[in-house]
């Protein structure tokens, strides 16, 4: 089974909010606002063919989007 690219969009302690690749150790982008992090992660996350996974200032995932080559209907 292909490994997934998971970008996160996590809010950070200063106020802004971070896009960071699964695995990273520091972020790939710091942005002011969460509607500019998920519009940078949908960029990453597109060209990586990868799932974007958006966190809410709780840190709880709120949100999940997948660029992937997902089959439809599913297997299963």
Do not use: C
Not at 39 to 54: D, F, N, S, W
């Amino acid at each position: 089974m292909p490994r997934r690219n998971f970008v996160h969009v996590t809010p950070r302690s200063d106020g802004n909010w971070n896009v960071i690749r699964e695995g990273a150790e520091r972020a790939s982008s710091v942005q002011p606002t969460q509607g500019a992090a998920i519009q940078r992660a949908e960029e990453i996350a597109k060209r990586e063919h990868g799932e974007l996974l958006v966190h809410g200032e709780n840190n709880l995932i709120r949100e999940r989007s997948s660029y992937g080559h997902d089959p439809y209907p599913p297997k299963g």
